[in-house]
């Protein structure tokens, strides 16, 4: 089955520590998306990529930065952790070849910044 | 104000209740309009979506929008306890980002 798939799964780490998310598809779609979600506040996006030379900015990017190393490739990066980035971050595709975008999600990454 | 609002519940009910999710919006340019079911410890994936106003059918499932109202709902006939998990409404123009609410968790007793 053509997937959406997230590494690692669960990651605890510590203040100031570099950490990297990845994020692979087989769906063969040109779009990638991360988000954090938190408890109350649904999905906020970080970045997204609408293919492998365009990355954007979403709501609340500041702390992170992304790759995106090909059109299946795309990852993650927090410089420098600090404890209110702990939360879990999904990554999701989509193809512009869709009038109506819908999104399909990874498993997620539970991320704890101690 | 938020573009998209929903409830956050939690919201329980027997097993065997209709139960009906909503979801508000002020962007009148959204024009595709999705259901998300996330399940604990999982990511969302996608229930239903529907195209401007009007309602669609998928089994159990009903996904209903007014337009005029800017007013979307989710209608679960027959619950059961596997429909327990957190529905998040998802909306967009066209070709553009989804714009999410925050969810509301559902829990059906036995």
């Known amino acids: 089955d053509a997937d959406v798939t997230q590494t690692p799964r669960n990651r605890i780490t510590k203040t100031g520590k570099r950490i990297m998310l990845e994020c692979s598809q087989t769906?063969?779609?040109?779009?990638m998306y991360w988000y954090r979600q938190d408890p109350g506040l649904g999905l906020q996006l970080i970045y997204y990529s609408f293919d492998v030379k365009d990355i954007n900015k979403g709501e609340i990017s500041d702390g992170y930065s992304v790759s995106r190393q090909a059109q299946a490739k795309f990852s993650l990066s927090l410089e420098s952790a600090i404890p209110n980035q702990t939360a879990l971050y999904f990554c999701a595709t989509s193809d512009s070849e869709r009038e109506r975008n819908e999104q399909f999600f990874g498993p997620g990454t539970r991320l704890t910044v101690l | 104000q938020k573009e998209v609002e929903q409830d956050p519940g939690p919201l329980s009910v027997p097993e065997g209740a209709i139960v009906s999710l909503n979801c508000t919006y002020s962007n009148s340019a959204f024009q595709y309009f999705m259901w998300y079911r996330q399940y604990s410890r999982k990511g969302p994936e996608l229930l239903m979506y529907t195209y401007s106003s009007g309602n669609k059918e998928d089994g159990r499932f009903t996904a209903q929008v007014d337009k005029s109202s800017k007013y979307i709902s989710l209608f679960i006939r027959d619950s059961q306890p596997s429909d327990s998990a957190t529905y998040l409404c998802?909306?967009?123009?066209?070709?553009?980002?989804?714009?999410f609410g925050t969810g509301t968790r559902l829990q059906v007793t036995l």
């Open positions: 769906k063969g779609h040109d779009r």
């Open positions: 998802a909306m967009t123009g066209t070709a553009s980002k989804l714009t």
